[in-house]
C-alpha cells in the first residue's frame, strides 16, 4: 500500500497562490488515480481535484475549477496542487489521497490510502 506525505501548505493572503506537493513511497505509485480533498473545522471532508493514472484526465469540484490545477509526475511518485486566486474559503486542511481500483474519484470512501494532511489558510 502506497504512504503519502504532503507538504508546501501554509498561510497565504486572498488573491495568492500556493502549491502542494504529495510525494509517494512504498507502492506501485503509476497504478493509483489520485485525488486531493480538504476538510475545514467542523465540515467533512470534500472533493477538491482528482486526477487519472496516466495524468490524462482531471475533475474538479465546481468550487475550485478555473483556479487549481491537479498534475502528476510518475518518475518523481508525486502529485501536485497549484491553488491560484486563493479565497478565504479555501481555508482547509488538505490531504492527498490514492485511489482504490474501482470507484468514483469523488467519495473519500473510494480512497484506500491517506497523507497526514497539510494546513491551507488564507487570509482576508
Known amino acids: 500500500q502506497v504512504q503519502l506525505v504532503e507538504s508546501g501548505g501554509g498561510l497565504v493572503q486572498a488573491g495568492g497562490s500556493l502549491r502542494l506537493s504529495c510525494a509517494a513511497s512504498?507502492?506501485?505509485?503509476?497504478?493509483?488515480?489520485m485525488g486531493w480533498f480538504r476538510q475545514a473545522p467542523g465540515k467533512e471532508r470534500e472533493f477538491v481535484a482528482g486526477?487519472?493514472?496516466?495524468?490524462?484526465?482531471?475533475v474538479y469540484a465546481d468550487s475550485v475549477k478555473g483556479r487549481f490545477t491537479i498534475s502528476r509526475d510518475n518518475d518523481k511518485v508525486s502529485v501536485y496542487l497549484q491553488m491560484s486566486s486563493l479565497k478565504p474559503e479555501d481555508t482547509a486542511v488538505y490531504y492527498c489521497?490514492?485511489?482504490?481500483?474501482?470507484?468514483?474519484?469523488?467519495?473519500?470512501?473510494?480512497?484506500?490510502?491517506w497523507g497526514q494532511g497539510t494546513q491551507v489558510t488564507v487570509s482576508s
Open positions: 486526477i487519472s493514472r496516466s495524468g490524462g484526465y482531471t
Open positions: 512504498g507502492g506501485a505509485f503509476s497504478t493509483y488515480a
Open positions: 489521497a490514492a485511489r482504490r481500483l474501482s470507484g468514483t474519484y469523488y467519495s473519500p470512501n473510494d480512497y484506500g490510502s
